[in-house]
C-alpha cells in the first residue's frame, strides 16, 4: 500500500536524471558551453531582479508619498499666500500699472517683504525632493524593464 506510486514507475527528465547521478555521487554528463552560457546568464538576471523589485516598490511608495507632500505644500502655500499681503500687492499690477510703473523699486520691495517664505520654502523643497525621487524611481523602473526583458531572451 505505501509503494502505491513508485517513482521507479514514473518517466524522469534528463535534468531529473543528471540530478539524480550527481547525488549519488555518478559523473554529470557534460552540457555544452551555450547552455551553460544561458544557465548562468538566467541565474545572474534573476539575482539581479530579486534585489532590484525590494528597491522599486520602495521607489513607488517614496514616490507617491513625495508627490502628496508636494499637493499639501501646494495647497498651504496657495492658503498662505492669499492671507498675505503680497497678494494685494499683486493685484495692484492689473488695477494700477501706471502707478506701478512709477514706483517699481519701492513695489518690488513692498512684494519681497510680504512674501510667505516659509510656505514657498516648503513648497519649492518638496517639488525638488519630488523631482528627485521621480527621476529615482523612473531609473529602477528601467533598470527593472531591461534586466526583465534581458531574461526572458
Known amino acids: 500500500m505505501d509503494k502505491a506510486i513508485s517513482s521507479a514507475n514514473m518517466p524522469h527528465s534528463p535534468l531529473e ?6 547525488l549519488k555521487g555518478e ?26 523589485k ?14 502628496a507632500l508636494l499637493t499639501f505644500a501646494v495647497i498651504f502655500l496657495a492658503k498662505d499666500f492669499s ?8 493685484d495692484l499690477v492689473f488695477t494700477d500699472f501706471g502707478v506701478i510703473v ?7 520691495y513692498s512684494v519681497l517683504e510680504s512674501l510667505p517664505l516659509g510656505a514657498l520654502a516648503l513648497t519649492l ?19 527593472f524593464r531591461k534586466i526583465s526583458s534581458a531574461a526572458r531572451h
Open 102 to 108: 512709477a514706483n517699481w523699486q519701492d513695489y518690488i
Open 17 to 22: 536524471l543528471s540530478i539524480s547521478r550527481q
Open 83 to 90: 492671507q498675505s499681503p503680497s497678494y494685494r500687492f499683486l
Open 125 to 143: 523643497s518638496a517639488g525638488l525632493a519630488s523631482m528627485l525621487i521621480t527621476d529615482f524611481g523612473v531609473h529602477q523602473w528601467s533598470s
Open 27 to 52: 559523473p554529470m554528463p557534460e552540457f555544452s558551453g551555450y547552455l551553460l552560457e544561458k544557465i548562468n546568464l538566467r541565474l545572474k538576471c534573476e539575482r539581479q531582479l530579486k534585489t532590484l
Open 54 to 67: 525590494p528597491k522599486l516598490w520602495l521607489a513607488s511608495f517614496v514616490m507617491l508619498s513625495s508627490l
